[in-house]
Each structure stands twice: as C-alpha cells, then as structure tokens.
C-alpha cells in the first residue's frame, strides 16, 4: 500500500457516487442502497453476513464490564500503514470493518474521521484505535472521508459526506464523528450512542484534561442515526477551523435534545501533536446565522462528488470533492 491514501491509478476510473442531499428521511433510513463499482460485491457481503446470523443462533453481546480504573495506554510511534496493516488486517473484515465472533453485537458503529493530509496521524489513529474498539463488543467500520485540494477544509460537510455514504453500506445505528488527531485514554470510553447525543472527547491534555466550556461539542461526538437526521445534519457553511460544532450544538439545543457526557475521568484523550490551522474569519458569523438556516443548511442541502473508494483492510477511504461554495471574507 502506498505511504499516502491517494492512489493515482485508482483515480484514473473513479467511484461516481454525486449527491445534492436528500428531500424525505425514507430516502436513507429503511433500506441500504449500493451504488457505484463496488456495489455487487458489497450486496453479497451483506447477504451472507445475514446468512450467517440465520443459520447461527448466537448470544447477544453484552457490554465489557471494567474495574475502576483500566487505562488505554495509546502506542504513538509512527509505523506505516503497511505495518498497521500487516498487524492488524487478519484480525478484520474489509473496509476496516469488524464485529464480534461469539456474539451478536446490540450497537452497529460507523466511525466517521474527516481528513486531509494527517498521514501519520492516520497510521496512529488505525493502530490504537481498532485494538481499543474490539474489545468492546460491538459491530462497527472506520470511514476515512478525505476532502480534494482546492477549498479550505470543511470538517463539518465531510462528516455529512460521510453519513451518507456509510448510509449506502449499512443501516448503522450509531454514528461517531471522529478527528483523527485524538485517541482515548480509558477503556471504560464506550463507543454506543446514548439517548441523547454524546460528547465523547470531554478532558483533552492539551487543555489541561477539562471542558473548555459547558456546550462544546468538537473533537469526538456520537449521535443516532435518528438524531443526526433530525437536525439535519452539519452545516455545510463552515470551512477552515472553528464553530461547527458549536453550531451543531445549537441545533441540539433547538431540536429539545441536551449532551451526554461520561465523567471527566472517563472521557479522557490525548491530542496528537500538529501545527494550529487557520481559522476561519466567518466562523462567528455563519454561527449567528446558522440558527435560522437548520432546516435548509446540512444533509439536505450537501453536494459532493466521490472520485475514488476503496476498501483498505484498516478502513473504507472516500476522496470527495465538495460542490458547495465557499464564501470569502
């Protein structure tokens, strides 16, 4: 595998998958649709994973019970995917996918990681992350959604992106929407969806292991598929760093739902080393705005073009290319 996810052949015959948001909640919720070049072989995989289930009547999976404390000690020395791959690809299913083998898993999980140029942080990310995960008895896939050059990053269209595509694969259940400079400090962090939306990454290091403040909902969040529909989404308004989840946290807010947060020596991680990223100058702005534009800002409003997947054995990878408009300051 190459030491970057761009893989110049595979982009000569690009995966089409064109998206302009959707119109009705039936349009993605009942039934997973396939489309482009892997869509056949994706049909028959699904097939006989319910086959499977059929013909072996196994226990449901119940939550891993921990003791007071059990730490995750994360491994961050740098390995290339290769390596990543080589350790941990025999232990899951294609695309980054793994489920339990004893049990029937209660919680299907789609990790959704947007992306742009962080290729050691992806290796790290791939190599702690799946262990973590495994052992907590439950179904999930790790999507990489990596935007095209030429527009400022947008975290929060890509996280949309990401929704929707892992939509066409599988009806998740839980969506968990993850930067991929952060990794979990306790297994006790329980990748499920709650009730209500949660904040996951609650004490980060670099900010002194606290919540900067009471509404903050950046970094690691899980949401219902239901919930995520609800509020339709991220906006898409928000390119360059900062106030998307903010925004997203208003949007909880107004449609009567609150966070959910473990305690703070629980939901602990550390943050990667990287340098800042530019802010961008419209971010307070488009959060102002963003109350009255919740029903026409999001999903339903997303346009982007998939020019490249592939299923690595660690993780799905998406190159998408936005089609919506940057505004300048």
Not at 180 to 207: G, I, K, W
Not at 210 to 227: C, D, N, W
Request: charge should be neutral; aromatic fraction near 12%; proline fraction near 6%.
């Amino acid at each position: 595998m190459p030491g970057k996810i761009e893989d110049d052949c595979l982009r000569k015959q690009p995966y089409k998958s064109n998206v302009t948001g959707f119109n009705n909640i039936n349009e993605i919720l009942p039934v997973p649709s396939f489309t482009g070049a892997n869509a056949a072989n994706a049909s028959e995989s699904l097939e006989q994973e319910n086959k499977n289930i059929t013909e072996v009547t196994l226990p449901a999976c119940q939550e891993p019970v921990y003791e007071e404390s059990s730490p995750f000690v994360p491994n961050i020395t740098l390995e290339s995917l290769d390596v990543v791959e080589e350790q941990l690809g025999p232990l899951l299913e294609s695309g980054g996918a793994f489920k339990p083998k004893d049990c029937n898993a209660k919680h299907h999980v789609a990790i959704v990681v947007p992306f742009r140029d962080r290729y050691a942080h992806l290796s790290i990310f791939l190599r702690n992350m799946h262990p973590f995960l495994m052992k907590q008895n439950i179904t999930y896939r790790i999507f990489i959604i990596e935007q095209t050059n030429g527009q400022s990053f947008n975290r929060a269209a890509l996280m949309n992106v990401g929704f929707l595509e892992a939509m066409k694969l599988y009806p998740w259940d839980c969506f968990i929407f993850h930067d991929v400079d952060l990794l979990p400090l306790d297994n006790r962090n329980l990748y499920t969806c709650p009730r209500q939306p949660r904040h996951m990454s609650v004490a980060v290091d670099e900010f002194n292991y606290r919540l900067p403040y009471r509404t903050i909902f950046g970094g690691v969040s899980a949401m219902t598929r239901e919930h995520f529909v609800l509020v339709n989404g991220f906006s898409n308004s928000f390119f360059g760093w900062g106030a998307e989840d903010d925004d997203m946290s208003n949007r909880l807010r107004s449609a009567n739902l609150f966070i959910a947060r473990y305690p703070i020596n629980i939901a602990r991680y550390i943050m990667l080393k990287h340098p800042k990223e530019k802010a961008n100058p419209k971010r307070y702005e488009n959060l102002v705005n963003g109350m009255h534009k919740i029903g026409t800002d999001g999903l339903n409003s997303i346009k982007y073009e998939i020019y490249s997947y592939k299923s690595y054995p660690t993780f799905s990878w998406y190159y998408a290319e936005l089609k919506i408009t940057e505004q300048k300051s």
